[in-house]
C-alpha cells in the first residue's frame, strides 16, 4: 500500500452524481458534484452526468491523476457487479443498465460498482465505525432502508448479491404496503416516508400535538418534523418514534439471529434521531433475541458522514485492486 495509491469514489444519489478523488487514509482530495436530470435515460445520465463527472475529479490537479488506479461506483438497487450491470435501481427506474463498461471504456481506468449500502458497509470496515471489528451489520435508514452484512472480515453478497436487504425482512405481517410490493417490510414501517406516514395517521385522531403548530397539512409532516416535535417532548411524536424503534428491534432481532454480529453501524438522515428510537430498539432486541446474552450487540451511529457514499465506493475499488 503506497501513500500515492488513490482511486475515485462515485456515489449516485437522487438527484446528483458525487465524485472524489480518494487517499488509502480514507481522505476526499478533490469532490465534484454535478445534477442527474432523472427524466434522461440511463445512457444519457452515464454520458452527460456521471462520466463528466468523474473526468472533472480527475483532471482538478493533474498531479494526481497519475496515481488514479481505480474508479469505485455505489449505486441503490440490484447489481451483477462482475458485468457492470444494474439489473433494477429503484431510485433512476434503471433496467438491465450496462454501468461500467462505457465508463471504463470513456476513462480508460478499471471501474468497479456495487450496491450503495454494500459500500457504505465497506467505507465503515474500513475508515469508520467497523474498522476494528469482523462481524458487523451497516444499516441506512433513510428514504428506504438498506444494509450490507461483514462476517470473518469479508462483506457478504450472496449468490445474487441480495445479502444485507434487511429492509425487506418482514416486521409485521399485516403492515403497510412495500415498494417492493411485500407488506410490513422494516423499510414499509420504519424508513423516513414511513415514519412521517405514520405520525400522520397518528395526528388525524389527536388535535393537541404540537405537529399541528409546524405544518399548514398534515401531508407537510415528514420524519424531520416529528423529530423536532420529539424535541419539544410532544408525546405523539415520541410514540412514533418509540415504535420506530420496536420494528427496527425485530428485525434487528431477526438478523442477530442469523449472521451474529458485534456490532450494528447505523446511518441514513434518520439515524439523526437515534436518542429518540435508540432506547426502543434496545429494549426490543433484548426481548427477542434470546439466544446471545442480553446488550452483547454494540447500537453504533455510523461515523462516515455526508462523504459516505463517495468513501465507500473508494473502499469498494481498493479491495478490488488489491490496495486493501
Given at each position: 500500500m503506497g501513500e500515492r495509491d488513490l482511486v475515485v469514489g462515485v456515489d449516485l444519489g437522487g438527484t446528483h452524481t458525487y465524485a472524489g478523488v480518494i487517499d488509502v487514509r480514507g481522505e476526499v482530495l478533490i469532490k465534484k458534484e454535478t445534477d442527474i436530470d432523472l427524466s434522461e435515460d440511463a445512457d444519457t445520465i452515464i454520458r452527460n452526468s456521471i462520466i463528466p463527472t468523474i473526468k472533472s475529479a480527475i483532471?482538478?490537479?493533474?498531479?494526481?491523476?497519475?496515481?488514479?488506479?481505480?474508479?469505485?461506483?455505489?449505486?441503490p438497487g440490484n447489481h451483477d457487479s462482475k458485468r457492470g450491470i444494474c439489473f433494477f435501481s429503484p431510485n433512476f427506474k434503471w433496467r438491465d443498465v450496462y454501468v461500467t463498461p462505457p465508463i471504463q471504456k470513456a476513462l480508460k481506468i478499471p471501474v468497479y460498482m456495487l450496491n450503495d449500502v454494500r459500500c457504505a458497509a465497506l467505507?465503515?470496515?474500513?475508515?469508520?465505525a467497523g474498522r476494528d471489528i469482523n462481524n458487523f451489520v451497516c444499516v441506512a435508514i433513510g428514504t428506504g432502508i438498506g444494509g450490507g452484512v461483514v462476517?470473518?472480515?469479508?462483506l457478504i453478497l450472496g449468490d445474487c448479491e441480495a445479502a444485507g436487504e434487511i429492509g425487506h425482512t418482514t416486521v409485521d405481517p399485516n403492515g403497510h404496503l412495500c415498494g417492493c410490493g411485500n407488506y410490513g417490510c422494516m423499510e414499509a414501517m420504519a424508513s423516513g416516508p414511513n415514519i412521517a406516514r405514520r405520525g400522520q395517521e397518528a395526528m388525524k385522531n389527536n388535535k393537541?400535538?404540537?405537529?399541528w403548530e409546524m405544518v399548514d397539512d398534515i401531508s407537510e409532516v415528514s420524519a424531520y418534523t416529528l423529530f423536532k416535535a420529539a424535541k419539544e417532548g410532544d408525546k405523539l411524536?415520541?410514540?412514533?418514534?418509540?415504535d420506530t424503534g420496536i420494528y427496527l428491534g425485530i428485525g434487528f432481532a431477526n438478523i442477530i439471529h442469523t449472521v451474529n454480529p458485534e456490532r450494528f453501524i447505523i446511518g441514513g438522515r434518520v439515524a439523526g434521531a437515534m436518542e429518540f428510537f435508540l432506547p426502543a430498539l434496545r429494549a426490543e432486541i433484548n426481548k427477542r433475541a434470546r439466544m446471545v446474552p442480553p446488550d452483547s450487540v454494540e447500537l453504533v451511529n455510523a461515523e462516515l458522514e455526508e462523504n459516505a457514499g463517495m468513501i465507500g465506493a473508494a473502499a469498494l475499488a481498493f479491495e478490488k485492486i488489491g490496495v486493501f
Open positions: 483532471d482538478d490537479n493533474p498531479f494526481l491523476a497519475g496515481d488514479i488506479r481505480a474508479i469505485g461506483i455505489g449505486i467505507g465503515e470496515k474500513h475508515f469508520g462476517a470473518g472480515g469479508k393537541t400535538t404540537k405537529l411524536a415520541l410514540k412514533v418514534w418509540e
